[in-house]
């Protein structure tokens, strides 16, 4: 089946027109880095019936070696099986230079963030990437406010929270479809307390969009909305791990975020502990096939420190810090990156098979679970197909 890529509006849009029925709901907008990870979160979509968003940050765009690259690894996921997605492929927080180029190379969606900027500047940057997406129907996120925390190449020591009242004239002088908004929420699997987290922010920017007849073509965006659930923590310490104050923003916070006009949510976190709670695991439980394995064994090696680890900046990571797949497929991607593009069961490498099996279904079952927690479980039906790239160019020029 030829699968195709949406952009982010009919997808929003049928979460959208659910909650104005009176059940809340949102979008999934899950982070990836590899192609079993890539094929968990597709199953999870599977299972659940849902639309959702695969997204790639400029970390992991690197990792893969271009966005041309992983854009074909998600599309290569996607024909290996016969299900019709309703997916948009989207960037997450992108540099002015890093949307253009993902714009360019088969992206259906990209993120501006240019929150650092003073407002009007933030503005202006946010439509310059409108006018070049919009001319491929590519939707376009921006953000507003300045979450606290650290994720891939954004760090802010505190939070900025956004205004209310300027939320629709950003999203109205932009042309922007989406907008993520800090609200409280924060970056890393050490988000605080959640008394941080101001809702009536959300709920005034969405009555702001309602009033303003806005809320059918531009939606708001959660970041930071990990649950960092303590089974996921709790594994991975006790397979050699050692993090300390983990801790996420709780289902019921996310859920009423939603009741209250949130259409797309991001996790990343999650699934990161997820895999790695889950591979350190079966290292501890199979130590001698993994030694055997040309693969596996350069990840234990890894969770062993015998190869060193090292993070998004390049720095040293202590190997029971460790929580991005990044750091243990390294070795992996620096010797055979083709191995973590394509469909790991076309290896001759049992174990290496057998460990990829793990994350995809630990990604599918926890991508699952978090679909109904969205309520975008059942939703595909409601997604507008007539609504593809090219209808949505013509739609924006006109």
Request: charged share 25%; proline share 4%.
């Amino acid at each position: 089946m030829v699968q195709q890529m949406y952009s982010m509006v009919p997808l929003m849009r049928a979460a959208e027109e659910k909650s104005l029925r009176g059940h809340p709901a949102a979008i999934g907008a899950y982070n990836v880095n590899f192609w079993a990870q890539a094929k968990g979160i597709l199953r999870g979509l599977e299972m659940t019936e849902a639309p959702g968003i695969i997204q790639a940050s400029r970390g992991a765009n690197k990792f893969q070696g271009g966005p041309d690259k992983i854009q074909l690894m998600v599309l290569d996921a996607m024909s290996s099986t016969p299900y019709d997605h309703r997916v948009a492929f989207h960037l997450d927080h992108g540099t002015e230079e890093a949307a253009i180029d993902c714009i360019n190379n088969g992206f259906s969606s990209v993120m501006i963030d240019a929150s650092k900027l003073p407002e009007m500047d933030n503005i202006e940057l946010t439509k310059k990437i409108v006018e070049a997406a919009h001319k491929k129907g590519v939707s376009v996120e921006g953000e507003y406010g300045l979450l606290s925390g650290v994720e891939e190449d954004v760090e802010h020591a505190k939070t900025v929270y956004a205004d209310p009242v300027f939320v629709p004239v950003f999203l109205g002088r932009s042309g922007a479809d989406a907008l993520a908004i800090a609200y409280g929420t924060s970056h890393g699997p050490n988000k605080g307390h959640t008394d941080a987290l101001d809702l009536s922010i959300v709920a005034r920017s969405y009555k702001g969009l309602v009033a303003q007849g806005m809320n059918l073509d531009k939606f708001l965006v959660s970041h930071g909305s990990s649950a960092v659930p303590p089974e996921f923590v709790a594994l991975i310490n006790e397979y050699g791990g050692a993090l300390k104050g983990a801790s996420g923003v709780p289902a019921y916070m996310v859920t009423r975020a939603i009741s209250l006009g949130m259409r797309k949510v991001n996790i990343d976190t999650d699934l990161r502990l997820a895999m790695t709670g889950k591979v350190r695991e079966w290292l501890s439980k199979n130590g001698e096939r993994a030694e055997q394995s040309e693969l596996v064994g350069k990840i234990k090696a890894i969770f062993d420190g015998k190869i060193k680890a090292y993070d998004k900046d390049k720095n040293e990571v202590d190997p029971a810090q460790i929580t991005d797949p990044r750091s243990w497929l390294k070795p992996i991607m620096d010797d055979t990156p083709e191995v973590l593009r394509k469909d790991y069961r076309n290896t001759n490498d049992e174990a290496f098979i057998e460990v990829m099996q793990i994350v995809e279904d630990t990604v599918a079952e926890h991508v699952a679970n978090l679909n109904k927690v969205f309520g975008s479980a059942g939703l595909i039906t409601k997604v507008d197909k007539s609504l593809t790239l090219e209808e949505m160019a013509k739609r924006y020029a006109a």
